[in-house]
Structures are given as C-alpha cells and as structure tokens.
C-alpha cells in the first residue's frame, strides 16, 4: 500500500487517502500521458470495440510498432479484469497492419505514419505488431491475482504487468501517486527474450541530448553517460555494473558510442574525473546537468565511461531497421544491429 507524508515542524503526518470520482477521468489522463503507468508509447485511440463485442479502455503502440493494451480495472473483481485483459490479447495479435491503421484512422482522424513520427521522431518501422503487452491499471488488486499475474509474466513469458494508483487529498488539494507490481523493463526484456535472439552480452544506453538536462558532447568529452529526473529513468543506470559493455544511442540520430563501464552510478554532485575534479569546476555544454543535485529523487546520476570509441552527434550512425528503445538501459539482442555496430565502432 502506497504512503505518502507531509513533513511539518520536523514530523511527518500521513496525508489522508480519498477515492477517485470517476475511473473515466484517470483513462483520459493516462490517453494524455501514458508515461503516467510507466510507458513511453502512442496512444492510437480509446474505448476500441473488437470483433468480440469487447471494448479495450485505451489501445497503444510502442517504438518498436508493438500494440500495447491498457484496461482499468474499474467495478470488475480482479480475476475477472485478468481474464478479460487476456482475451483482448488474443484479439489485438491477430490484428493486421492494415486493420491497425484503420483503426488508428477512425479514432485519431490521422494516418499512423504522421502521428507515429509525431510521437517518436523516427518513421513507422516496417513491422507492425510484432509483439504486445498488456497493462492492467488498479487502485487495489488482491493478493491472488497478483500471483497470476506474476506467473504470467515469469513463468510464461507474457508481457503483462499492474500499475496501482492511490489519491491522497490535502486541503482540498489531490495528489495522484502511482506503483508497479513488478518493473515494467524487465517484464518486456522477459517476455522478448522468449521469441528473440539470446542476450548478446552488450547493453543499449540511451545517452542522448536533452536540452536543460545534459548534453552528448559533455558525456563524450568527459567519459559518462547520464539520466535522471526521476527514479523511473535515473534507477536504470543501476543495472550498469563495472566492466559492461554497452553501445550508446542518441534519439533521432543514431549510435554514437561504444564503451566499458568504469565506475557505477552516482549523483551528479558527487561525480568525479579521474583527477577529482567535480562537474562544478567544468565548463559543461549543458551546465544544467547539476539540475537539483541535493535532490537524490530528481538528480542526474552518471556512470563513469571508458569510450573505445565516440563520436558527434553528426557523425551519429543507423539504418533502417536498426534497434532503438525508449528505455534508458536495456538488454541489445538485435543480430543485424549488433554486426553493424561491431563493424562500426568495434567490440
């Protein structure tokens, strides 16, 4: 169960939780920010009725054109809302690209193609469907079904996942706090390596600009990679221990690095170069980068790089096809992007 206190004179006291007043207003919201249950994706449309006379709350895509179900759990018991989630899985892999674009037609009055590159930056990839997950959306989900949906998700390999969400009011004021019942990264990675190519050993990194944030240029010049603004982005750095290697990737360009971690995650303030001088002291392109660095919650946290080899944003290199992710560290298993990364900035 989600908490949350209010500090006051030094003690804290528990803000009082309160019901939603309607579960039609919290699916508007996650339709304008689907980051809100911890996906980065693109909504195509809700209230999507299938061939079964179902009616999925809220239907998605991922950068990678795999359709994302979203279904509150609204007034169903929550075996029903896992049975029902289920079988709009079965409906949406049977979905054509054809039938995915009609449906994203009617209920966007856009072609997927302009609003896919709207959203990601990048054209809509060749394959569409390939894989999808499923998210239920809950303020409360009872022991049982928690397990069935952990076995789903660990046993089977199903990308399935729960996100809860708890409001709390504090003098006429609502707060929205949400949680996962398992990381949502690591039931994708789960569920991909069932049908794709095993772990090459090498991790992808999403080390890119973000203007008021950080900047490549710092990172390449500097040896770090970079994130934060928050637990779900920053915490990823984490899965980086001292001698993995990964590829790093700069959104809308391409793959601009190859390199060895040094040394794990740390916050911004306390980052040092090898001959201890601090970020402070150096003349950053984006000196925002210290942004909130007393703030271990919001802070940017860096990993110390050994690049073999990195290069401007310019230079950046793709292809059509190449594997790119919205996460900022994952699992790179792709065959044709590993061979041409190998081929361009060794391994």
């Known amino acids: 169960m989600t ?31 689907p980051g809100l249950v911890g996906l980065d994706v693109l909504v195509l449309g809700r209230q999507i009725i299938t061939d079964y006379n179902g009616r999925i709350d809220i239907l998605a895509m991922d950068r990678e054109g795999g359709l994302v179900v979203i279904e509150l759990k609204r007034d169903r018991t929550p075996r029903d809302i896992v049975a029902q989630i289920l079988d709009y899985a079965s409906w949406v892999s049977s979905l054509t690209t054809k039938r995915v674009y009609e449906i994203t037609l009617q209920k ?11 959203r990601f930056d990048s054209p809509l990839p060749e394959t569409l469907n390939g894989t999808h997950s499923l998210m239920i959306v809950a303020s409360e989900f009872d022991a049982s079904s928690s397990r069935i949906v952990e076995y789903l998700a660990e046993e089977h390999g199903v990308s399935i996942n729960t996100a809860f969400f708890t409001v709390f009011e504090e003098n006429g004021t609502q707060l929205l706090a949400t949680d996962w019942l398992m990381d949502q990264q690591e039931v994708v990675e789960r569920a991909e390596s069932r049908k794709k190519a095993p772990w090459s050993g090498y991790y992808y990194v999403n080390a890119g600009d973000l203007a008021g944030y950080r900047s490549w240029e710092d990172m390449r010049r500097h040896g770090f990679v970079a994130a934060g603004g928050g637990p779900f982005y920053s915490k990823r750095l984490f899965q980086l221990s001292e001698g993995d290697q990964f590829y790093a990737y700069n959104k809308g360009a391409g793959y601009v690095g190859f390199g060895v971690v040094r040394e794990t995650a740390v916050m911004a303030r306390d980052y040092r170069l090898d001959d201890g001088t601090s970020l402070r002291d150096l003349q950053l392109k984006e000196p925002a980068l210290l942004h909130d660095s007393d703030n271990p919650e919001l802070c940017e946290y ?19 096809g190449v594997f790119a992710n919205q996460n900022i560290v994952c699992k790179l298993r792709d065959p044709a992007t590993l061979d041409f990364l190998a081929e361009n900035f060794g391994s």
């Open 3 to 33: 908490t949350l206190y209010r500090i006051d004179g030094g003690r804290l006291k528990p803000v009082q939780r309160t019901a939603l007043a309607s579960e039609d207003q919290l699916e508007r919201w996650i339709a304008e920010n």
């Open 108 to 118: 966007q009055q856009r072609r997927l193609e302009e609003i896919f590159r709207e």
């Open 302 to 320: 860096l990993v110390k790089v050994d690049w073999k080899k990195a290069v401007p944003t310019q230079d950046a290199m793709t292809f059509n």
